[in-house]
């Protein structure tokens, strides 16, 4: 993640919106990179080559055929939110690590971990959802809250793994 881009006041950024299994979702572009992920659907759709790539990643993910992302992201925050969001993109497909390990990795508390993935903007792609508490799930805050988070982990892990 290198320098932020900004947007210009008055002019549309572009966004392209899909159907997932845990609601419809809309992925938007500035510079050349992703800067968010919301859920929700926009009226304004534009095809970017970038945008075409990302929902063709994001379809695969969702059909299982795909366990991390290649695309250029640009997340706004500050530098110890996107240490936080970096860690979160090294845990692997599958696995969750607690919100007390990514403070040992990346500093601050566990609190403050759990800030940063409340505000991280390209939820899915940067895995947030893959953050669990010491005792427990923890919270989420993308889609319909918990029961989302507990179906991305369910969607990661496989047969084996769920039935041990």
């Not at 800067?35 to 929700?40: A, E, K, L, P, Q």
């Not at 969001?85 to 497909?93: D, G, K, R, T, V």
């Not at 427990?136 to 041990?164: C, F, N, V």
Request: proline share 8%; with cysteine; net charge neutral.
């Amino acid at each position: 993640m290198g320098a932020i881009a900004l947007h210009q006041p008055g002019v549309p950024m572009p966004q392209l919106s899909l159907h997932t299994p845990i609601g419809d979702i809309t992925v938007s572009e500035e510079e050349g990179a992703l800067v968010s992920v919301d859920w929700g659907w926009v009226q304004d759709q534009t095809q970017t080559p970038l945008l075409l790539r990302a929902r063709a990643q994001l379809h695969a993910y969702f059909d299982g055929n795909l366990r991390e992302f290649d695309l250029p992201l640009q997340p706004a925050g500050t530098a110890y939110q996107r240490r936080v969001w970096q860690a979160l993109i090294a845990i692997p497909y599958g696995k969750t690590k607690t919100y007390a390990e990514i403070a040992r990795g990346a500093g601050g508390s566990p609190r403050s971990v759990g800030q940063a993935n409340g505000r991280n903007p390209l939820p899915l792609i940067i895995p947030c959802h893959r953050v669990v508490a010491t005792h427990g799930l923890g919270g989420y805050s993308g889609g319909d809250g918990i029961d989302t988070k507990t179906w991305l982990l369910s969607r990661e892990t496989s047969p084996a793994e769920r039935a041990a």
